[in-house]
Every structure is written in structure tokens, then in C-alpha cells.
């Protein structure tokens, strides 16, 4: 299936035209030269390291994996990216890499996303994507990595939509985790929506944009009632993202869509699967997440740590801070990141690793007894 417009490939479901994601699948390849130098740059050669991938199969779906660090000692990191769909392996060589000294960190491309929407065929997996089945694989992922490297918890971080995967997680396996970390935390799907129309709508106001204004408006009575799809979703995010909702300060997400091509993970093949990958996810899953919530959650039984970008409107950052302050939890800390949006990683990458360093490696030592049980 191809789409004229379509919401979704970088962060929750991003307003690209299609023209924008096929970009970055060029039918030569000019990035091959400096995917080889970035990969030799990356390359993990320390003698307790691990740079490998593999499919392993979850839920009955075979899902592309891919682990690196320098020291297989240092404890695991998950980072379950966002989209629906919007893979992070083909990115991470951009941010990660600093990370990797300190945690085994480990990319995975869920089913239906990246290099795993190769491994399957669409139309087998399409009824089984929903929230509980995502939640489900990534257990079962854990289950693996904890098997695979002798480990007996790991830390999750999950961005954008991949925070819901993680928040399920944490809240029904915390055996299973040191922390949970959440950035561009989900908390209530149409309070989001909500949340974010309204700040497009008087931004839209303020500067005079009367296209946006009837748009957005046009859309009523989204999301409250009436059809749930990524077309909604759409129509009010691609006037959001140039007022700086996804990236803060920047017009467009081109500088993370367009890291792709230099990925050493990522042949040209793969980046094509990535783009039809997330057409796929999130147009099937969107409409299923319209009554997702986690508001009535008081509790949880791991620590807690949100990384919010001070100006992300795509899932704001006001909607995870007020569920927080009724949170109980056996630690909580908020980290708010005062340059970015909805893209920390990538927009403040040194923060982010400090907070790494500062505000969760800290809890494996916490959580554990030595070192090898990381």
C-alpha cells in the first residue's frame, strides 16, 4: 500500500508526505562510502565487547535485533523506539554510541517496522498488532537477552510510542527491570490529542495561519468522537512539527529522517522496509489505540524516571508531569530537557547521556548485588 500522505515515521505519528520518507531510499547509493567510514568509527573492538545482530522470534514473529557495547559486563538498555513503526536502529549511530561504554544497549525493530517488515508477511501479522501483543514481545525479548548474556534485570527506555510498550512492561514484569525510563511518554491517547490541537490551534492563531486554523478545526469532533485513523492524526501534527512540536527551534524533522542513509545497519533495502513498514504499523494500529490510557495507573513497582522535552507537543510533556506528581512509586525523578521537543536524544544528546549517567545507571548498583548480575 502506497500513501499520498501519511502520518509517522519519526516520534508518534509524525505528518510526512510520502515523497519526504522516499527520500531516503535513492535507487543508487551515494551514502555507501560514508556508511563505511561511520561504521569503522563505531565498530566495537574492546576484548569484553559485543557488537552483533540477529532475528529472534517473538510472539510467533520473526523480529530483527541488534546489541552493542563495549563492555558485555555493563548492564542492559533497552530502547524500544516510537512510530508506530519508526524504527531507531537505523539512527542510533548518530546518538548512541557514548552510551554504549556504560550499557549494552540494544535496538530492536518490532514487528511490522524496519528490518523485521521483511521477515513477515503483513497481512498474517496485522490483526495481532495491538498494544498487549507489543507488550508481549518485549517481555519475551527480555526473557532472551536476560538468557543470551546472564542477566538478571535490564533497563527499558521507551520513546514516544514505544513508552506505551515500555509503561506495559514496567507495570506488568517489574521483576524484570532496574527502571523504567519514558521519553515522549504516552500517557492518555486522546488527551494527547486533545493537548496538542489545542497549543496547534493557538500557535496557528497567534501567527495568523488561517489554513491551519480551519484545517485543525475541520477535524472536529476528533478525537473525542467520530473516526480514530492516522488521517486525523495527521491533519493537525504537519502544522504542529513547523512550530517546533517534534524538533524545538527546527521547521522540519529532516535532520533525523535523513540519518538513515548513513547508517552502517541500514542498507538501502532496509530503509525502503522501514518506510513501508511504518505506512503498515500505523495506519493498522492508530485507530486501535484510541481508548489507550494509563491515567488511572497510581502505582508502579519499579522505579521511574521521565526524560520530557520542555517543548514537545507531539505527546506533551504537561500530560506525563501531572500523571507523575499522583504517581507512587519506589523512586520517581522527572528530567526535563529545556532545548528539546519530542527528540532529546538527538536535539541535546550530551544531556541525555549525563542523565543516563547521573539519573539511571546509577539504580543496576542499587538493584543488584555485583556487577555481573547487570
Given amino acids: 500500500m502506497r500513501l499520498t500522505r501519511v502520518a509517522a515515521i519519526a516520534a508518534l505519528t509524525l505528518a510526512l508526505p510520502m515523497d519526504v520518507i522516499a527520500q531516503t531510499t535513492p535507487t543508487a547509493d551515494p551514502y555507501a562510502p560514508g556508511r563505511e567510514i561511520i561504521a569503522d568509527i563505531n565498530r566495537i573492538v574492546t576484548p569484553n565487547g559485543v557488537q552483533e545482530e540477529f532475528v529472534a522470534t517473538l510472539g510467533g514473529a520473526k523480529q530483527a535485533i541488534s546489541v552493542r ?27 548512541q554510541r557514548p552510551w554504549e561504554d556504560y550499557f549494552t544497549v540494544v535496538q530492536w525493530d518490532q514487528r511490522g517496522a524496519g528490518k523485521s517488515y521483511r521477515l513477515n ?31 538478571k534485570k535490564v533497563f527499558v527506555l521507551g520513546h514516544s510510542w514505544g513508552s506505551a510498550v515500555g509503561l506495559s512492561v514496567a507495570a506488568a ?6 527502571a523504567y525510563v519514558g521519553m515522549g511518554q504516552f500517557i492518555n491517547v486522546r488527551e494527547n490529542e486533545r493537548v496538542g490541537m489545542a497549543w496547534t490551534l493557538k500557535r496557528a492563531r497567534e501567527g495568523g495561519n488561517a489554513e491551519a486554523v480551519r484545517a485543525i478545526e475541520a477535524l472536529r ?15 493537525w501534527r504537519k502544522y504542529a512539527i513547523p512550530y517546533g512540536s517534534l524538533a524545538a527551534y ?21 530503509r525502503q522496509a522501514w518506510a513501508d513498514g511504518s505506512v503498515f504499523t500505523v495506519t493498522t494500529l492508530w485507530p486501535r489505540l484510541a481508548d489507550m490510557s494509563f491515567q488511572d495507573v497510581r502505582k508502579m513497582d ?8 520542555r517543548h514537545d507537543y507531539t505527546t506533551p510533556s504537561s500530560i506525563t508531569a501531572g ?25 541535546e544528546p550530551g544531556r541525555v547521556f549525563a542523565a543516563l549517567l547521573q539519573d539511571v545507571l546509577p539504580l543496576a548498583s542499587e538493584g543488584k548485588g555485583g556487577k555481573n548480575d547487570g
Fill in 121 to 151: 508477511d503483513p497481512e498474517e501479522i496485522a490483526p495481532t498488532l495491538t498494544l498487549e501483543r507489543y507488550r508481549d514481545d518485549a517481555i519475551e525479548l527480555i526473557e532472551l537477552l536476560r538468557a543470551r548474556y546472564g542477566k
Fill in 323 to 347: 500523571w507523575m506528581e499522583q504517581l507512587k512509586a519506589p523512586k520517581k525523578e522527572i528530567v526535563w530537557f529545556e532545548h528539546s521537543a519530542h527528540l532529546p536524544m538527538v536535539e
Fill in 69 to 95: 557495547g563495549a563492555d558485555r559486563d555493563n548492564p542492559i538498555l533497552l530502547f524500544i523506539h516510537g512510530g508506530p513503526g519508526a524504527v531507531e536502529m537505523p539512527i542510533a549511530w548518530s546518538f
Fill in 250 to 270: 527546527r521547521e522540519n524533522a529532516n535532520f533525523y529522517l535523513r540519518a538513515p542513509r548513513l547508517s552502517p545497519e541500514y542498507t538501502p533495502a532496509d
Fill in 302 to 309: 519499579v522505579p521511574v524516571i521521565m526524560f520530557l522535552g
Fill in 221 to 235: 469532533p476528533y478525537p473525542d468522537a467520530g473516526p480514530f485513523t492516522i488521517d486525523q492524526a495527521d491533519g
Fill in 173 to 178: 514484569r517489574p521483576d524484570l527491570l532496574y
